[in-house]
């Protein structure tokens, strides 16, 4: 297994130097900041290089920039009801007012949380980069004493009205990772949901955090499979081709929101160069990224909802499950001390 230092110039998982150029291509964010879309051969892995700042980083994930726009603008309630653990497990997660995402992880995370608690009698659970709190109070509500970590104060602020309304006995942290590391505290699950994509070094991060797992302890991690083959992303290269055949700007004026994008091979092998071995791996199907936020009735809001909808029916067949065709996965981790 890999050392947890992360090489600056070849791959950053696996430190390969076979680095080709990804359809991606090239990218700027206004004027501050130029970074390419690049691809390891060796494991899959696509990554932004070079890596921004830590000031362009902390720009980035504003409020204004980020969260506002894909965190707490979702079309979901903010509250969740008590959840009967006899009832069915559609029972328990639905909810009308989510989007389609939110109740596919529910589903899936409630099965994997439920599983650990009955057979290993789980108790503990640190929700890494917890933003809003949504996970937090769902897991809260699935029996387990929580602790809601957020280096973003905006985002522990909105957890913070949330848990004062109710009685849901939230623990949050704030400020830099060592705030854990110093605290002396283990966990039986550290989650980690939509954050190892944003982490400029993922495989640092998971290194210590690997330190506050109990003695069976797992890490849970969500994440998006952006690099998978499938309905999405055969889309977005015939996309790319086209803008190179008409010879539009193949620059794109966007920040670096994601600073990796995975697949199975590339996800799994990343999480192994923090020697932790996968133990279970859930993969699913969602509409994301061709979600249809405001349905305007327009050519593309229709397009996008035909592809988003044709994405998760592939997806989820037989035939989607035995190509990997999915863009959507939580994977179980345990830490194999050396």
Known sequence: MSD?????????????????????????????FEYSYLECLKCDLV????????????????????????????????????L??????????DNSNESFQTKKDKQALFKL?????RENNYQNLLDFGCGNGNFSIFARKCGY???????????????????LSGSDNIEILTG??????????KF??????????HLPYPIETLCKLRHLLSSKGVFMILSPLESSTNIGTIFLKLYKNIKKISKASTIANNPPYHLFLFNKRSLIRLINNASLQMINYTPYSID?????????????????KIIGKTNIVIGESILGRLLNLQNRAIVIAKWIKE
């Open 4 to 32: 947890c230092k992360t090489p600056s110039m070849s791959c950053p998982s696996c430190s390969s130097s076979m680095i080709v150029s990804h359809l991606l291509g090239k990218h700027q964010y206004v004027d501050k």
């Open 47 to 82: 990554f932004v290089f070079p890596i921004p700042s830590s000031e362009i980083l902390v720009e980035i994930y504003t409020p204004s920039n980020y969260a506002n726009t894909y965190v707490y603008n979702r079309n979901e309630s903010k509250d969740c009801d008590p």
């Open 84 to 93: 009967d653990l006899d009832s069915s497990v559609d029972n328990r997660v």
């Open 113 to 117: 949380l439920f599983k650990y608690k």
């Open 145 to 163: 004493q929580v602790t809601a970590y957020e280096p973003l104060p905006q985002d522990v602020n909105l957890l913070s009205k949330k848990t």
């Open 176 to 185: 830099e990772i060592g705030v854990l590391l110093e605290s002396g505290r």
């Open 188 to 197: 039986d699950i550290i989650f980690l949901a939509d954050v190892l994509e």
């Open 288 to 304: 994301w990224p061709f979600t249809v936020r405001q349905n305007d009735g327009s050519i593309k809001a229709l397009a996008m």
